[in-house]
């Protein structure tokens, strides 16, 4: 299995460190449908059929990889679009009609959101710790 390694800083990796065994799943499903164009269903058979979470994965993916600045982190929201798809998840989940692929997908925005609230965070604690002029 190749290794890639991403250096952040070391109280951002304390941070996430609870969420550590989420990454490699979150980051090949990122990849597969972003990178390689890949549709849910043409992942592998470890990754559930995800359908309508692409546009947010790709809208997360293109964002970090831009390379935002702290203040565009703390800004940052994904498009109507995918809100609108987490809010007819969220209403089924509601009503209990999700089915096992949705609760899959509605965990999947679960763990994006808190990977973009950790990222939020860290941003905002490094804006306050700069040094004022």
Do not use: C, H, W
């Not at 592998?44 to 982190?73: A, K, M, V």
């Amino acid at each position: 299995m190749a290794q890639i390694t991403i250096n952040i800083p070391d109280d951002l990796a304390q941070r996430l460190a609870p969420y550590q065994s989420q990454f490699s799943s979150l980051f090949t499903r990122l990849i597969a449908t972003t990178l390689l164009g890949q549709p849910p269903s043409e992942q592998s058979t470890t990754t559930p059929n995800l359908p309508n979470t692409s546009i947010t994965y790709q809208e997360i993916l293109d964002f970090l990889i831009s390379q935002p600045t702290s203040e565009q982190i703390i800004g940052f929201k994904v498009s109507e679009t995918s809100q609108n798809r987490l809010q007819t998840l969220l209403q089924k989940n509601r009503e209990t009609t999700l089915s096992p692929a949705e609760s899959a997908e509605i965990d999947l925005y679960e763990q994006l959101d808190t990977l973009m609230g950790l990222l939020k965070v860290r941003a905002y604690t490094t804006l306050n710790a700069a040094p004022q002029n």
